[in-house]
């Protein structure tokens, strides 16, 4: 068990610029999730993955956002049309659906910073 | 919604110190209750959770009672180290079937010094 991983660690990209993160979950977790975290904030839920089905997106995810988890395994975040707000850590969970479903498994983040 | 607020930091103690960091919550049904912890350049990582009332969750002598009637899942920690210093999070996961993300609040910051 690695954890989970995500990739990459920072991210500094210019206004306007597509960008795009990686999530790896533990193996045998079937649900992954995405927060944003800002400076001095708790992280704030963005979606929410069971295998490979999107369920649940919050407000946050606005249009230019869009996840996608193929074959219910990794995961992307892709960004479109950055903007200076959209600057934060990106954060990567995953939890099973067995004894410990209660618990996500946080990754490091990725930091963007949108100049 | 369901909210979570906890103790402005940031705190600052003296090694060996009494540690309380106080956490209340607003949401419907019985959600359960978590402490997360993020040291310096790390990722968020579990510290202790109670799925219902009057349960007690205790982790690397950290403890934190779920209690109902007063909505508060407060941290506290009897002999706190430089080791400790990092920033701590009270999260809930509402209940319901279908409701699996967590909702944090704001984040204390806690420094200890030697």
């Known amino acids: 068990d690695t954890g989970v991983s995500q990739d990459p660690r920072h991210k500094i990209t210019k206004r306007g610029q597509n960008v795009t993160f990686r999530c790896d979950p533990i193996?045998?977790?079937?649900?992954l999730y995405w927060y944003r975290q800002t400076l001095g904030q708790g992280p704030e839920f963005l979606t929410y993955?069971?295998?490979?089905?999107?369920?649940?997106k919050s407000r946050l995810l606005s249009d230019r956002f869009s996840a996608e988890r193929p074959k219910g395994s990794f995961s992307t975040l892709e960004i479109q049309r950055t903007e200076q707000g959209d600057s934060a850590m990106y954060l990567c969970?995953?939890?099973?659906?067995?004894?410990?479903?209660?618990?996500?498994?946080f990754g490091p983040g990725t930091r963007l910073l949108v100049l | 919604g369901d909210s979570v607020t906890q103790m402005e930091g940031p705190v600052t103690l003296s090694e060996e110190a009494f540690l309380t960091i106080n956490c209340t919550y607003t949401?419907?049904?019985?959600?359960?209750l978590f402490w997360y912890v993020q040291y310096p350049g790390e990722g968020l990582q579990l510290l202790l959770k109670?799925?219902?009332?009057?349960d007690k969750g205790s982790n690397k002598g950290f403890e934190a009672t779920y209690r109902k009637e007063t909505t508060s899942f407060h941290l506290e920690k009897g002999s706190v180290q430089v080791s400790d210093s990092a920033v701590y999070f009270c999260?809930?996961?509402?209940?319901?079937?279908?409701?699996?993300?967590?909702?944090f609040g704001k984040g204390t910051l806690l420094t200890v010094n030697p």
């Open positions: 969970a995953s939890s099973s659906q067995g004894r410990d479903q209660e618990t996500q498994y």
């Open positions: 193996s045998e977790h079937n649900r």
């Open positions: 993955f069971q295998n490979e089905a999107q369920l649940e």
């Open positions: 949401a419907t049904g019985y959600p359960s």
């Open positions: 109670a799925t219902k009332a009057d």
């Open positions: 999260a809930l996961r509402g209940s319901g079937g279908s409701n699996y993300k967590l909702t």
